[in-house]
């Protein structure tokens, strides 16, 4: 059996290490938080509060995503619904490894 798939694409989460939008994915900020379309999946995410806005596009500038989550206003005892949304998104290829 071979495989197709490249080492970042399939990349598990981890909230350990650096995470960041994928370059083909373009955020649109709405008064509920934000929508997210992949023009390469043409997938489509919504986003449903500006707090996981504010640490989708502060990831790429902290060195994991336990620090961005911090730098957002989320302490480490809140984080556990955001690294599960951030999950999703790294499952929907909406988020890449640093």
């Known amino acids: 059996m071979t495989s197709t798939s490249t080492g970042a ?4 989460f981890d909230p350990e290490r650096g995470w960041r939008l994928h370059h083909q994915v373009a955020v649109r900020p709405e008064p509920f938080g934000a929508l997210l379309y992949h023009f390469g999946t043409r997938k489509l995410s919504f986003l449903k509060n500006r707090t996981i806005v504010d640490v989708v596009n502060v990831l790429s500038e902290h060195p994991d995503v336990r620090s961005a989550c911090r730098a957002a206003g989320v302490d480490d005892a809140q984080q556990a619904p955001y690294l599960h949304a951030l999950g999703v998104l790294a ?8």
């Not at 499952?91 to 640093?98: C, D, E, I, R």
Request: no cysteine; proline share 8%.
């Open 9 to 12: 694409e399939d990349a598990v």
């Open 91 to 98: 499952q929907s290829k909406m988020l890449v490894p640093q």
